[in-house]
């Protein structure tokens, strides 16, 4: 079992930065791929950016490409989201998921954390 906890989301205005965190507990987790997602009011939930495990290969979508980073402290249990130059269209709540490649049955999810930008 592996639990999840987002935190660093706030209200800013457009250009800004937030650093988003997703603290995890539990067995191994220093052995899970993490990734974010969003999910905007009246939206599907969509990917934002992953992390293996090694903290070695990062996957991006198009639209954050060259704003965000993703990073891992596995010291720390700890994946960071940055978002810099943010836009209105990136209001959203942020949820981290921690996944095992290949074993579906470990799948978690945090509560996620509010981003809000302004104009």
């Known amino acids: 079992q592996v639990q999840l906890v987002e935190s660093g989301g706030g209200l800013v205005q457009a250009g800004g930065s937030l650093r988003l965190s997703c603290a995890a507990s539990?067995?191994?987790?220093?052995?899970?791929?993490i990734g974010w997602y969003r999910q905007a009011p009246g939206k599907e939930r969509e990917f934002v950016a992953s992390i293996d495990w090694s903290g070695n290969i990062t996957y991006y979508t198009v639209s954050v490409k060259g704003r965000f980073a993703i990073s891992r402290d596995n010291a720390k249990n700890t994946v960071y989201l940055q978002l810099n130059r943010l836009k209105p269209e990136d209001t959203a709540i942020y949820y981290c998921?921690?996944?095992?490649?290949?074993?579906?049955?470990?799948?978690?999810w945090g509560q996620g954390t509010q981003v809000t930008v302004s104009t």
């Open positions: 998921n921690a996944v095992v490649a290949g074993f579906a049955e470990y799948d978690y």
């Open positions: 539990g067995r191994a987790v220093s052995t899970y791929d």
